[in-house]
């Protein structure tokens, strides 16, 4: 289970992942909370933009259909209201009924729900900063890690004839956008003499000294990175077809940076992993023959 904010992040993060795993016969699920209707139009050559938040949710519903498909994975609707990105200082309040003023258990409720049902082993997320302050990105990290801590109580969001306890056993975090993939990408660019899309981005962030996370787990992603992207034109409102995603060759790409990576947070099975070494495998300590 991959649970995202707004329709695209699940294509801009992790999407080879799930597209390696779902061809590979493993059920996936991509959960997104919010349904982006405050979403700008991000893409230059989109044309016109949507007259109400109505039409701009129903236009995405269509986007995220067609990214599900590329990616070959089922997906599902959480129901809740894209809370926009404020901007300003100070930044103005959220808008009334948004997703990122929802309280956590009304929040979480049909997330744990949605575990019960689906009963995944694994579930993927945003770590506790969110990947960057947006408030529905940091919402959802706090509704994934409730859904993973409380869907196996059976004392906890009771609903009558709901769907039985299940204890999903690895939460991990999603790390496409750290600081040491894109310095490395962007360095190797400056090097082959390959004009980088990250230049400005890496000293922006720099700037802001934005800590690293400690990376657990490397996924190997050549073959899926097509799927990928499929994934990610699909959301025309968003993405720009000739913008950074697509800047650097892909071959160029899988040698400089040929995984997505994960963090792993809390497994509830044994991980062996020697010091410097990474996780290959989401399900490392759940296939057949593991150790319990």
Request: aromatic fraction near 10%; proline fraction near 8%.
């Amino acid at each position: 289970m991959a649970v995202h904010a707004h329709p695209d992040d699940e294509s801009s993060k992790g999407a080879a992942t799930t597209a390696r795993y779902a061809a590979e016969g493993v059920e996936v699920l991509v959960v997104t909370c919010t349904g982006g209707e405050r979403g700008d139009i991000l893409n230059p050559s989109f044309g016109e933009a949507p007259g109400t938040p109505e039409e701009m949710a129903a236009l995405r519903r269509d986007e995220m259909a067609a990214a599900a498909a590329a990616l070959g994975v089922r997906q599902h609707w959480l129901g809740f209201v894209d809370s926009g990105l404020p901007e300003g200082d100070p930044l103005p309040p959220l808008p009334e009924g948004c997703f990122g003023l929802v309280p956590l258990e009304e929040a979480a409720a049909p997330l744990v729900e949605l575990v019960r049902e689906f009963r995944p082993h694994v579930i993927t997320t945003y770590d506790p900063s969110g990947g960057y302050p947006h408030p529905d990105h940091i919402k959802c990290h706090d509704v994934s890690f409730e859904a993973f801590a409380a869907a196996g109580d059976p004392e906890r969001y009771v609903v009558d004839g709901g769907a039985p306890a299940w204890t999903p056993s690895k939460l991990y975090y999603n790390h496409d956008f750290s600081m040491n993939r894109i310095r490395a990408v962007h360095e190797a660019c400056v090097a082959a003499g390959i004009e980088s899309p990250f230049g400005e981005w890496v000293e922006r962030r720099e700037a802001r000294e934005i800590p690293e996370r400690e990376v657990t787990t490397r996924i190997e992603i050549a073959g899926f990175t097509d799927q990928r992207d499929a994934a990610l034109r699909a959301h025309a409102t968003q993405i720009d077809p000739a913008g950074f995603f697509f800047a650097i060759p892909r071959d160029f790409e899988l040698e400089v940076w040929p995984w997505e990576e994960y963090e792993l947070a809390e497994s509830r099975v044994r991980v062996d992993r020697a010091d410097g070494e990474y996780e290959t495998d989401l399900f490392a300590g759940l296939r057949p023959g593991d150790a319990a």
